[in-house]
């Protein structure tokens, strides 16, 4: 039985379905209606492309990783149904949950195009699966990378993910300490603990060219400097390095289109934005030859330094603008996927990478 990434990635991919189909958690009531009560009821007068794409799409990545998962533990009976029966039972608990929000609605539609799209991506993976690809991936992560990589190749296949929540500065993730501020200010209010609560001097202030150029330089320099914790060899890593710039780069050109539209997917990368990306690049293949202990720390030094400098710059009137499209628009069924992920990776990244130095040498 073989260990696989895909189980993991499948349980954190079922929770951020949990969150983005009840966000905003909020004015829970029962509206007088039963909760199923959504399979019996008449056809949607309204019906777009768009709805069918998002929900076929949403949980199309579940049934594939379910289905990778059975296969990838000699349980290939379970490949196809599996996934559907789960998540049938997922979709039908959302669906159901939200006839207490009033500001989601509960559909039978999308229940059955969620069904389908775990469907669809569990044939998918088994028809790569007789296709030989599964066991070519095999061989190709047993050549490629070390023997403990699972976490660290869930984070490197969930970053680009988390790009696609907009981003105050270009690949800036892990900016929460305002957000944190204000909840808590919130939590706090007409209670004795709101006094506790630390208080700045003075207001956060917007990064300096060279501080958002330093941002973007050790945002897009972290995930290669995770990959060399992974991959074995210097060749591999010069040829990991490109691949993860232009994914990273990709990835951010889409949260882009999606939010201004496609005549503004690269309106991110500006002048700081391209010097601090190409030093990352360039810097990243200098150091494709270091140990990966040596990579390991560079990670906790360049978190740190990251963290820091992003936490301490404000999100902005713009970029708060910006987010309505995705917490209140069209976009709010990608609003928990994409937004947990963001402000989570970077932590999840060092939590990671302490405790990939805290165990002994990796071997094949």
Known sequence: MHKTAASPLALMYAALIVYASLYPFSDWRDQGMEPLAFLLAALPRYWTGFDVAINLAGYAPLGSMLA????????TRYSLW???????????????????????????????LNMAGAWMGAVMTVFLEKMGAIDRWSRFRARWFVAQSRGGLVLLATW??????????????????????????????????????????????????????????????????LGFCVIQSPRARVIFVPFCVGVGMLASSLSAALSWGPAHAWAWLDLPTQWGAGAALALALVLARAPWRASAALVLLSLGVYLSLLNQAPEGAYFAQTLQAWEQGRFIRFHGLAQWLGWLWPFATLVYVLMRIWQPEPRN
């Open 82 to 112: 599996f996934p559907v029966v789960l998540a049938a039972m997922l979709s039908l608990s959302m669906e159901s949950l939200q006839s207490y929000l009033p500001a989601r609605v509960s559909s039978r539609e999308d229940w059955g």
């Open 160 to 225: 680009p993910m988390a790009l696609l929540f907009p981003a105050a500065v270009p690949f800036g993730l892990g900016q929460v300490f305002e957000r944190i501020e204000e909840a808590l200010a919130t939590l706090l209010v007409d209670s004795p603990f709101l006094e506790w609560l630390p208080v700045r001097d003075i207001e956060l202030q917007p990064l300096v060219p060279g501080a958002e150029l330093l941002c973007v330089l050790l945002g897009v320099l972290i995930p290669c400097l």
């Open 68 to 75: 990778l998962s059975a296969l990838r533990t000699d349980r």
